[in-house]
């Protein structure tokens, strides 16, 4: 068997309000299991995703959960530092996290750009999809707008809980940081 040809380590950050399922997702994508049991988490978390992309490239994934940091401040700038990509997390059950997402978006924009000064690629995550009461009633052509308007590449609809699409949105995130490089 050929080794691989090409290892990429990127560091990724969730970020998104207090509750809106940032630890959930990490524990669900890298550990296969979720809990109902709320744990607000205190300082950082950090957890590690290996994927074989291809058969030449593995990337490894380090998932930065900003615990307890769900405000905007000179703390996030430390967080965000030398990032390749980002999820922003809000809940559907919860507009106000909705309307939180422009303003992590734009924290983030201020704070980090890639080496090349282009915009870290971040994805927006829609979650809590299984609680089937999207008080936004945003309809996909919405979202798709506002991901435009707003330079996300790309909005997936994700539960922790019944690990939707989690996966999907990952892979998204990872071809657009290969893409940018
Ligand atoms: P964080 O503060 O953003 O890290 O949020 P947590 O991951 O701690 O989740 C907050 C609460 O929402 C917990 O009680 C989770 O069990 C719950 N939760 C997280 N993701 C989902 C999901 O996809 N569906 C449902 N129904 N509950 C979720
Ligand atoms: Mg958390």
Redesign the pocket.
Known sequence: MQAPHKEHLYKLLVI??????????IKRYVHQN????????IGVDFALKVLHWDPETVVRLQLW?I?GQ?RFGNMTRVYYREAMGAFI?FDVTRPATFEAVAKWKNDLDSKLSLPNGKPVSVVLLA?????GKDVLMNNGLKMDQFCKEHGFVGWFE?????NINIDEASRCLVKHILANE
Do not use: P
Not at 16 to 25: A, F, N, R, W
Not at 34 to 41: D, K, L, M, N, V
């Open positions: 998104g309000d207090l509750g809106v399922g940032k630890t959930s997702i979720f809990s109902s049991h709320y744990r607000a988490t959960d615990a769900e997390v979650n809590k999809c299984d609680q994700t539960s922790a809980k019944e």
